[in-house]
């Protein structure tokens, strides 16, 4: 068992849609989807209590962001194409987090939107999801 790479991540968040969401582009679909700002009541919700994206994973966008295995970079030139996990230069001290959380807006749920962290901070909004 390991951490997506966020190729890997986005991948299986997109669930082989091209827009914005897992859904499409509408974001009043959003709320049927994920727990964020404004409906999740300031806390994390069991995984499951929102609609499955079309390959049955459930809170894809939102709920907690989700650690990923790659280092930190600002932009995507130089990354691997192969779907591995980028883990030369960019910042060291720092990992990719992906899908957004309770506590913000529904730009940072948007399948493409990327964060990070620091690889050994711990908040109640910072989750992860296994690939085996």
């Not at 130089?78 to 913000?104: C, E, M, Q």
């Not at 493409?112 to 620091?118: F, T």
Request: aromatic fraction near 16%; charged fraction near 25%; hydrophobic fraction near 30%.
């Amino acid at each position: 068992m390991k951490l997506p790479t966020e190729a890997q991540w986005e991948y299986a968040c997109r669930a082989g849609s091209t827009g914005k969401y897992c859904f499409g582009d509408d974001v009043n679909q959003l709320k049927k989807y994920a727990w964020y700002n404004e409906n999740a009541g300031s806390k994390t919700h069991p995984v499951g209590e929102k609609l499955a994206n079309s390959w049955g994973l459930h809170d894809m966008h939102g709920n907690v962001w989700e650690w990923c295995e790659d280092v930190w970079h600002e932009n995507y030139n130089g990354a691997p194409v192969d779907g591995s996990a980028w883990l030369t230069g960019g910042d060291k001290d720092r990992r990719a987090l992906r899908g957004g959380s309770w506590y913000y807006g529904d730009i940072v749920c948007r399948s493409a939107y990327h964060n990070r962290g620091v690889a050994d901070f711990r908040n109640d909004d910072f989750g992860f999801r296994v690939v085996v």
